[in-house]
């Protein structure tokens, strides 16, 4: 089990001591996606103590804003305190002044028994208005004129948006009276904003409200933020009116932080967590703070209340056993005619209390678990008659799973992703970041030990073409403690895949935030102790950001530094979206700014910006006297031209009437760049990271940049400039535009490639070898040939071409089609092009069908591997790619057994290799190259030609006319329109003679080929057991062992008598001699490793129970050895059932279940007696233990056995002794169901 920090989490709970911090160019480890373009802000708790006064819980802490900008691949950061009631009242108090969640404030003792009551939710008596609990944007996301800070009161603050400078106190829904609310607002297609509030009195009731304001009711004309600012004393409220749908009435209200919502209905979950208003009158006088006078009632049950949107009417009244939860996570209408929510659940409101930070900062503190369930409500039928049936639910995710996001896109709608946080071992504060597949019921997941997660931010990628993106082609934000080394990051991930981007240096430690927005729009940066001419206002209103220093005493600093300003070090950096608002900030501050990078929007010509930057520059050589350094702007343009001026404004006239010789360049392949590194050219450089531009005249252009990022940058971008063709065609723009949009390349620092036995194959574009990316993840490298640093112009467009086509195809395989090869991008490495793709580990096709082909496939084999062909091929397809080379040499195999294929190499040969190999080959294999594929146009139907030909050698395994050695002769054979005679596999004749059709037009496409070998397999009866023929060697395949018969015997040569090894060797070795590739091996990490090790007694201890293993039908031969062993699908059903928690000792399995719920439960091996189980299960307030025995009988399935009761399976023990079922008699008599399985803690592998 992973070692337990002492005080670990303890250090996400202390207060921020700066009230205000501002921080440009933060540090970037790995790279910003450069699409990645906004702001998140985040709110969350950042005091706990106000001088010696310390309060109780994690939600009662004082408001604190953080906010991250990103713009071309850089980031900057700001922190405030949200200027509260609560917050200023405390701090001039010395002490707590409103009660806050969990902490009290004593009112006045002369109130009357409800004005006390009330006087919890009134900011003129005792009611908080610390909102630290959410974020909403006003009027809309899209155009946040404020954004306003949330919790669970009536009174909210509305913040700049900019500055995060508080600016009014703010009341949505006031006409609504209520005294709480949810803090999670649901906003509807048409920008409707609904909300959940309770009204406590006489007669309770829940109101469902609507708000539509616009920009007029938030940000009155003629007024600006400033003018708010300046009304400290007694600001005007920002009251936003809502009109109230609909009242539900209730006798005890319950606890709701948020709700669900569809298209057409609102549904008031009630947890059975209840408020007692008599508990509230006499809090005065019992000291009892908010959430302390609502109870948990478990003989209740949680109520679901459907409300419609369009008349206020209930259309339904639903019940479910109790359960609590904070966070919804969507809520949908399926085509069942169903309401469907997801929501995050615990088995009881315990995990309030476990977050007070007394609990949170000791060590030995467990947390309450959590689970994604889904409730089907189905509103369209009859509705239920009110507390009459129960509903049941369906566990999405069995492990913890907080603070919810999804793809926005998808609110309200079917979707397929969500995202949370997780904790790697039961019990653990929240760890890791989860991506839960709710359809597939499927997960990936990013941890690193020692750092703590929160609530991860979905943003996705700008949608730039007219077709739909897919749900997850985006990225995640989180914002990480890493407590070891004491410091915070945010964290970006590729939201389909969960590789890690970049990590984001926070300049500070951030206390555990709870939820924030991301906005789609640049803020600017700029220093405002230097824009003395500029008005505050046209700042707030041109989204402008302060850049005020953290204290008062640091006034003095900045301005002292104004002679320094010209200085490349002396600016903050600038993100604009035009050269307009550049040169209006440069007019405006007197001083050229230092430009951070450009993100214009998409051109279509050759003038179009596409990077701009500030650079020292100096001018030597022909003509040019030595000069000194100066400060210029430089502009790069899609048609090779490199300007630089010292003022904004001149920039137009550059570009419209032209200017002298001296302020212009153009990039050509006669242009040489000299990287200071390799020729020091710049001896009395301001900086080391300086470089030249030298032209063919001898005109030298030194350049000096302030960091070697950017100096890096500038290089490699001036650089491939030259490799390309320099004569402007729509073709060429196209080519320099992807490379502005470089986000697939791979640094090639980040990849290492395995020199010895690391070539896995080979062909007439290059070799492919293995290697690994980020140090984590196997990936085959394709090394393109011949292609040296500096390529000829037409090598350059053929694969820039080729980037063009791919980018779009890797960002939407991150989709994990499972017939198709991710790509995961391409990088230059060692004066190579390498094309990084997924690591298939089984071979191909082409080994496949003929090594040792001596008889034919059967017919439901056959089928397996056309329908998988055909999977992928139908992908690619509808991603407007053509394959143009599909032949089996292409087509990788995931698993032989069950004829899983994977297509890869689409498109690169046709095009990296034309002008340098012969005509024949830039027209792919001619083997299976259609006859139309020379002609200069052609469709997918060329594909649809060569899947003729390998149906064919799948039908006969072997080689159309074998006795042609020349593929010409093959290809002039298929343009007189002969083919193959088909002689076996008569039941493909039809297709294979339609796809073959001389005529494209006639050949069907891949979708209806599909249809057909659907059709086919109907028709077939799968083969029992199904496996590939006995002449088929799966020892030649790379990954499969030649002695499938002895397991034991090459795990023990594997650990070589070392007393451990690693979890990645002990895998890949594993998995080698079952014929199983690591990630099915995967699933048994939690069984044997340790922090990512395994050790020899483990492997031993196991072995104890499953010995000897039988090997999958695929490796079956004529030998009887191990015929009677375990097989590998009882081995895994055991040791990955939910309940099992493989070398469990009796008193940890006591510890685990004590305070469960009666009838929860987990088996585990025996530790007093191998071969054999024990199961521990709660019943009351005991916890009981059953021995299981285990026999093998003649085969390969054990028996198990509880007193004198069999079972051929532990899942069928479970099933016979459920809540439905017969009960377990304990030793003393009394009766024990196994309701609930305690799944076993994940461990970080």
């Known amino acids: 089990m992973e070692e337990k920090v002492e005080g670990d989490v303890a250090k996400l709970f202390r207060s921020l001591e700066e009230t205000e911090i501002v921080e440009f160019d933060l540090k970037v480890d790995g790279k910003l996606p450069e699409w990645l373009f906004g702001t998140l802000v985040r709110t969350g708790p950042g005091k706990f103590e106000i001088g010696e006064y310390k309060y109780n819980h994690w939600f009662d802490g004082h408001a604190m804003l953080h906010q991250f900008a990103f713009g071309g691949g850089r980031a900057s950061y700001r922190s405030t305190m949200l200027q509260t009631d609560s917050y200023r009242k405390a701090t001039k108090a010395g002490r707590n002044v409103l009660s806050e969640f969990a902490t009290f404030a004593s009112p006045d003792p002369c109130q009357s028994l409800f004005w006390r009551f009330f006087s919890y939710f009134s900011t003129d008596h005792n009611a908080t208005d610390n909102c630290n609990v959410n974020i909403l944007p006003l009027p809309s996301k ?49 920008g409707n904003m609904w909300n959940v509030s309770v009204y406590f009195g006489r007669r309770s009731y829940y109101s469902v409200t609507k708000m539509k304001p616009t920009r007029e009711d938030v940000m009155p004309e003629g007024k600006k933020a400033s003018h708010f600012l300046s009304r400290k004393n007694d600001p005007e409220k920002l009251r936003i009116p809502a009109k109230e749908v609909a009242k539900v009435y209730t006798d005890s209200p319950s606890y709701m932080h948020s709700f669900a919502a569809t298209k057409n209905y609102v549904i008031i979950v009630e947890w059975p967590l209840k408020a007692s208003i008599m508990s509230f009158a006499l809090a005065s006088i019992t000291g009892r703070s908010f959430i302390e006078n609502w109870f948990w009632s478990a003989e209740e049950k949680t109520v679901f209340t459907v409300v419609s949107k369009e008349d206020g009417k209930i259309k339904g009244i639903y019940r479910a056993e109790a359960c609590f939860s904070f966070h ?36 030995d503190h467990s947390f309450e678990p959590s689970q994604l369930r889904r409730y089907c409500l189905p509103v369209e039928q ?29 609110n309200a709608s079917p979707y397929q992703y969500a995202y949370g946080i997780s904790s790697s071992r039961e019990g653990s504060y929240w760890d890791r970041i989860v991506k839960v597949d709710v359809e597939n019921r499927e997960s990936l997941d990013w941890s690193r030990k020692g750092c703590y997660t929160s609530e991860p931010i979905f943003v996705p990628r700008p949608n730039e073409g007219e077709k739909e993106q897919a ?116 007019i405006a501050t007197s001083a050229p700014p230092r430009l951070m990078m450009t993100s214009s929007a998409d051109g279509s010509g050759p003038d179009e910006e596409f990077r701009c930057g500030y650079l020292k520059k100096r001018t030597t050589g022909v003509s040019v006297a030595g000069n000194r350094w100066r400060d210029r702007y430089f502009v790069f343009t899609a048609s090779f031209q490199l300007y630089w001026f010292k003022d904004q404004k001149d920039y137009t006239t550059i570009k419209k009437k032209g200017k002298a010789k001296k302020d212009t360049l153009t990039i050509d392949q006669n242009t040489v760049i000299r990287d200071d590194k390799l020729v020091p050219p710049c001896t009395d450089a301001p900086t080391p990271f300086c470089f030249q531009v030298v032209e063919k005249d001898g005109r030298v252009i030194s350049l000096c940049a302030s960091e070697e990022k950017d100096a890096q940058e500038w290089i490699e971008l001036l650089q491939e400039a030259i490799l390309s063709p320099h004569e402007y065609t729509p073709a060429k723009y196209r080519i320099v535009k992807s490379l502005k949009n470089n986000q697939f390349r791979i640094p090639p620092g980040d990849l290492q490639l395995q020199e010895e036995g690391g070539e896995i194959g080979s062909g007439a574009s290059g070799v492919v070898k293995k290697g690994v990316w980020l140090k984590t993840t196997d990936v085959a490298v394709k090394i393109l040939k011949d292609l040296p640093e500096f390529l000829d112009a037409s090598e350059s467009i053929a694969f820039y071409r080729e980037m063009e086509t791919l980018s779009p195809l890797i960002s939407r395989s991150k989709l994990r089609h499972g017939s198709i090869v991710q790509m995961y991008g391409y990088c230059k490495k060692d004066n190579f092009v390498c094309l990084v793709t997924e690591y298939v580990l089984g071979g191909n096709l082409m080994a496949l069908l003929h090594q040792n082909s001596t008889g034919l496939l059967d017919d439901w084999y056959q089928i397996d591997l056309a329908l998988n062909i055909c999977r992928g091929m139908v992908y690619l397809h509808s991603q407007d790619v053509i394959h143009r080379d599909l032949k089996p040499a292409n087509i990788l195999i995931e698993s032989p057994e069950e004829g899983k294929l994977k297509v890869c190499d689409f498109g690169l040969s046709t095009v990296v290799k034309k002008g340098t190999v012969s005509h024949e080959h830039s027209l792919g294999s001619p083997q299976y190259a259609a006859p139309e594929l020379g ?25 159309p006319w074998p ?71 799966l020892s030649e395949a790379p990954t499969r062992n030649e002695k499938p018969d002895r397991v034991a015997k090459m795990i023990e040569q594997l650990f070589n008598n070392r007393p451990s090894i690693s979890w990645q060797e002990f895998s890949q070795g594993l998995g080698n001699a079952l014929g199983l590739i690591p990630g099915d091996i995967k699933q048994m990490y939690n069984v044997f490793a340790t922090d990512g090790y395994v050790t020899k007694q483990i492997w031993d201890t196991f072995l104890q129970w499953f010995s000897p293993i039988k090997l999958p039908s695929s490796y079956e031969t004529d030998s009887d050895e191990n015929e009677d062993g375990y097989d ?9 059932a939910p309940y099992f928690h493989a070398f469990l000792g009796s008193a940890e399995a006591q510890n685990l279940l004590k305070d469960k719920t009666s009838g929860t439960f987990l088996i585990r091996f025996s530790t007093t007696n191998p071969k054999q189980y024990a199961l521990s299960a709660t019943y009351g307030p005991n916890v009981g233990h059953w021995r299981i025995t285990c026999e093998r009988t003649t085969g390969s399935r054990p028996v198990f056995r509880v007193d004198t009761r069999e079972y051929e399976s532990l899942d069928e023990l479970v099933k016979v002794h459920s809540r439905d079922g017969e009960t377990l008699k304990t030793k003393t008599g009394e009766s024990c169901f196994l309701i609930y399985p305690l799944a076993k803690p994940s461990k970080e592998e």
């Not at 106190?169 to 509807?188: I, K, M, R, S, W």
């Not at 507390?387 to 793809?407: A, G, K, M």
């Not at 899947?947 to 080689?959: D, M, N, Q, S, V």
């Open 963 to 1033: 006795e042609l050695k020349l593929g010409s002769e093959m290809a002039e054979k298929y343009q007189k329109g002969e083919r193959p005679e088909i002689v076996s596999g008569k039941m493909w004749k039809r297709i294979i003679e339609e796809c073959w059709d001389h005529n494209p037009e006639n050949r069907p496409t891949f979708k209806e080929v599909f249809t057909k070998i659907e059709a086919l397999k109907q028709t077939h009866k799968r083969p029992t057991p199904h496996k590939l023929p006995s002449n088929i060697n």
């Open 328 to 363: 919804h996570v969507n809520a949908f209408e399926n085509e069942n005619g169903e309401i469907v929510i997801d929501v995050s659940t615990y088995e009881n409101s315990d995990f309030i209390d476990s977050m007070r930070l007394e609990k949170l900062r000791d060590p």
């Open 471 to 586: 749900e997850d082609d985006g990225v995640i934000l989180s914002l990480v403690c890493d407590v070891p080394n004491e410091r915070t990051f945010m964290l970006v991930i590729d939201a389909a895949t969960f590789f890690p981007l970049a990590e984001v240096e926070s300049p500070s430690y951030v206390p555990a935030p709870l939820h924030g927005v991301f906005l789609n729009r640049p803020i600017v940066y700029t220093d405002l102790w230097r824009m003395k001419s500029v008005a505050r206002d046209d700042l707030l209103s041109a989204d402008v950001v302060s850049c005020k220093g953290r204290k008062k005493k640091q006034k003095k600093s900045c301005l002292g530094r104004r002679k320094e300003e010209h200085h490349l070090g002396g600016q903050p950096p600038i993100v604009f979206e035009s050269l307009k608002i550049l040169r209006r900030l440069s």
């Open 1128 to 1136: 590998v699908a009882t081995v895994f059903g055991i040791c990955t």
């Open 382 to 410: 009859e509705p239920f008659p009110p507390y009459q049936r129960l509903l049941d639910y369906e566990v999405l995710f069995d492990q913890s799973f907080e603070l919810p996001r999804i793809n926005e896109k998808y």
């Open 935 to 959: 002609q200069e146009k052609h469709s997918n139907k060329v594909d649809v030609f060569s899947f003729a030909i390998i149906l064919w050698e799948i039908a006969h395994r072997a080689i």
């Open 142 to 190: 899209e155009d946040p004129a404020v954004l306003v800070a949330l919790t669970e009161t009536p009174y909210s603050i509305a913040v700049e948006t900019n500055t995060l400078q508080t600016l009014r106190g703010a009341e949505l829904g006031h006409n609504v009276p209520h005294q709480t609310q949810t803090a999670h607002f649901h906003v509807d297609e048409e």
